[in-house]
């Protein structure tokens, strides 16, 4: 008998032999735009424009991302759903853009845009020493938009275990 994907997932964990292997992957953005047929959009949309005049920030895009990347896994049929820490913001929040193609985010994370392959990488991050991370003021974890992590267990629903990627660690450059 199949098992679910979730179910696969979780009786490998345990050390017991699934139907399968259980599959997982992470996708960038071009490549679930081209599995879903459906656009999506990165920090690039606030580049150069006036933050209180935009009318969204960085969790509408990141709600209809997850949307796109939960479609794409079902399509693909992996075995898991993700959230990310890639896509949880502070309400309200917009990038701080350093030029046109460079950000740095909420943690301190320093971006680069690839507007030509559609991906947006890691480059620095802003603490360079541990004067640094004294001086830094973590947001407050309370004030984040969890609806990409709500969205996600909705759709898992007993069928797909839901990982959590987390890369914090990358806001160290020292």
């Known amino acids: ?20 292997v259980p599959v997982d992957c992470w996708l960038d953005l071009v490549h679930v ?12 949309f606030f580049a150069g424009k006036n933050p209180t005049t935009v009318g969204e920030d960085m969790n509408d895009i990141m709600i209809e991302n997850q949307k796109a990347i939960n479609e794409a896994h079902r399509k693909l049929g992996v075995d898991s759903l993700f959230v990310s820490d890639y896509y949880i913001y502070p309400k309200g929040y917009n990038p701080k853009f350093v030029n046109s193609d460079t950000y740095v985010d909420h943690f301190g994370k320093v971006y680069r845009i690839r507007k030509d392959v559609n991906v947006t990488y890691w480059v620095d991050g802003i603490i360079k020493s541990p004067e640094d991370l004294d001086k830094f003021e973590f ?14 267990t909705e759709e898992a629903k007993d069928e797909y275990p839901v990982l959590a990627w987390c890369h914090l660690s990358e806001m160290f450059s020292y």
């Open 1 to 20: 008998m199949a098992m679910t994907h979730r179910e696969r997932y979780l009786t490998a964990i345990e050390h017991k032999e699934p139907d399968m």
């Open 33 to 44: 735009e081209r599995i879903v047929k459906k656009k999506t959009r990165d920090a690039s």
């Open 139 to 152: 947001p407050n974890p309370k004030e984040f938009n969890y609806e990409t992590v709500d969205l996600t």
